[in-house]
């Protein structure tokens, strides 16, 4: 099994990355539909922390409550393993809890160490309604279908070649996209007008950490591309190309279906 230790370090840099963190003193409480972590599952322990010494991050009070999860409804791919795992629950009003109860808890990320604490946003208890939420599944369609509508072309193809971008690329920040152009061979347009049988799209080839998860085209790729124009260069000038620039813009061609049917739809407009 792997370490707790190194799964909950990784977690809070998973929820760090998404924006997963509570809001501050003084802002607005989170809401049910802002949480990144749902699951149902089983009151263990009240007053209570699974951080074991000498690890005293997250010491027992009277607001910690030990948790079993028993199913993750949502979360990030990289958590799922909390699952049949138990963490400590800073809960919002631990009157409401026994042990033994089961329910469905909306969290966010909290801290971590030898164990991880998650912030409780709301609980219901086993037959009480649970508002509706949307799955992660239905979270990234609908980033994909807001992408869709933003971009200018979309069609699938194979890329052929790959070269720098013919000008002069002064050092200026070793965060610097280093701007590449890609040949695509196309064969269908989805979205916009397009005649000819190839395209040439801009792509940031670095993989700093700035630009790691812009899409990365190579030769004998072949996706779904999301294209735009009017890209700005790495001295904020207007590139009038075609790019590829967001990590949306490069889609696995298995799900040309899904994007054909959220292009169809209208949920893109």
């Not at 966010?108 to 160490?113: I, P, S």
């Not at 933003?150 to 013919?166: E, F, H, K, R, Y």
């Not at 812009?214 to 790495?234: E, F, S, Y």
């Amino acid at each position: 099994m792997r370490s707790m230790n190194t799964l909950a370090r990784y977690l809070a840099f998973t929820l760090t990355l998404s924006g997963a963190w509570v809001a501050s003193p003084g802002q607005q409480p989170l809401r049910p539909a802002q949480a990144t972590i749902i699951f149902t599952g089983t009151v263990m322990q009240l007053h209570a922390t699974t951080f074991a010494p000498p690890d005293t991050m997250i010491p027992a009070s009277d607001r910690t409550i030990v948790v079993r999860v028993d199913k993750v409804l949502k979360s990030t791919p990289e958590v799922a393993w909390l699952q049949g795992n138990t963490i400590t629950l800073e809960a919002k009003d631990p009157s409401t809890f026994r042990v033994g109860m089961r329910g469905t808890f909306f969290t966010t990320g909290g801290r971590w160490g030898d164990g991880v604490e998650l912030l409780e946003i709301a609980h219901y208890e086993d037959g009480t309604p649970v508002p509706k939420f949307r799955t992660r599944q239905e979270d990234a369609d609908a980033a994909l279908a807001k992408r869709l509508a933003q971009v200018d072309l979309v069609i699938s193809g194979t890329v052929s070649s790959t070269a720098p971008l013919p000008y002069i690329q002064h050092v200026i920040s070793e965060h610097m996209p280093d701007w590449c152009l890609a040949t695509i061979e196309v064969e269908t347009v989805e979205k916009g007008n397009l005649t000819r049988k190839t395209v040439t799209v801009m792509f940031a080839a670095s993989t700093d950490v700035a630009q790691y998860n812009r899409p990365k085209l190579k030769p004998g790729d072949h996706a779904i591309w999301l294209l735009h124009t009017q890209v700005p260069d790495m001295w904020g000038n207007t590139v009038p190309r075609l790019a590829a620039t967001d990590p949306l813009d490069s889609q696995p061609i298995t799900e040309l279906a899904k994007v054909r049917a959220l292009l169809k739809s209208g949920s893109t407009k």
